[in-house]
């Protein structure tokens, strides 16, 4: 089974909202990184945040990592259509070398 | 553009057949990893190459091997292709030590499907 599970499932909203996307994952990890994937292609980084670090920003993207709750959030501020994708966090166990990834999420931004 | 190239984009088998994919990685690049990504779901690690030896494996069967050659160009084979193998198939390649730690960049991909 996948150690990291996104919330939500899906998400739809209006161009210019905030979107927050959500990861929990199970063990302790070296880092935690969040990918994006347009029509089933291949995936882009986004961000890597290490299991030392509380918060990371870049561009428009922020996320946070709360390792007592063994979970990290994805914040697209001022979404855009092109936004419109599939959100994925990985991860990677302590001591580990393969990485994990969840289910994802899939954004929807509507013009 | 990540750098990282996959062959063939698409690919049309039967059930029982073999099949080979390839990937180039990106330049300086010495570490790779397979992912099969079933429609709708998460990428599934199948396994990790790091100086042409396999560097960790997934909860794939042996009929799933792989090769990594001097310059960091990587194959992955299946054997005895099954009706649920069909899936998008992805490699990575990242530098360094060969752990999993570092970013990993993804090329775009090879659709199989087995009939």
């Known amino acids: 089974s996948q150690q990291g599970e996104e919330d939500p499932q899906a998400l739809s909203i209006q161009e210019g909202e905030n979107a927050t996307m959500n990861c929990s994952y199970k063990t302790s990890i070296n880092n935690l990184q969040w990918y994006r994937q347009n029509s089933g292609r291949g995936l882009v980084h986004l961000i890597l945040i290490r299991s030392n670090e509380r918060e990371k920003h870049s561009g428009r993207l922020r996320v946070t990592l709360d390792t007592s709750k063994k979970s990290s959030s994805l914040l697209i501020t001022a979404s855009r259509a092109a936004d419109t994708a599939s959100y994925f966090c990985?991860?990677?166990?302590?001591?580990?070398?393969?990485?994990?990834f969840g289910a994802g999420t899939r954004l929807f931004v509507k013009a | 553009e990540t750098g990282v190239t996959q062959s063939p984009t698409h690919l049309i088998k039967t059930r029982g057949q073999q099949v080979t994919l390839r990937c180039s990685s990106q330049s300086g690049h010495n570490t790779v990893s397979w992912y099969q990504q079933a429609l709708g779901q998460g990428p599934q690690f199948i396994f990790q190459?790091?100086?042409?030896?396999?560097?960790g494996r997934g909860n794939f069967p042996p009929r799933f091997s792989g090769l990594q050659f001097p310059n960091y160009s990587s194959e992955l084979n299946v054997n005895a292709l099954e009706l649920d193998d069909s899936a998008l198939y992805l490699c990575?390649?990242?530098?360094?030590?060969?752990?999993?730690?570092?970013?990993?960049?993804f090329g775009p991909g090879t659709r199989l499907l087995v009939l």
């Open positions: 990575a390649s990242s530098r360094t030590s060969g752990r999993a730690e570092e970013t990993q960049y």
């Open positions: 190459y790091y100086r042409e030896e396999e560097n």
């Open positions: 990985a991860t990677v166990a302590t001591g580990g070398f393969k990485t994990i």
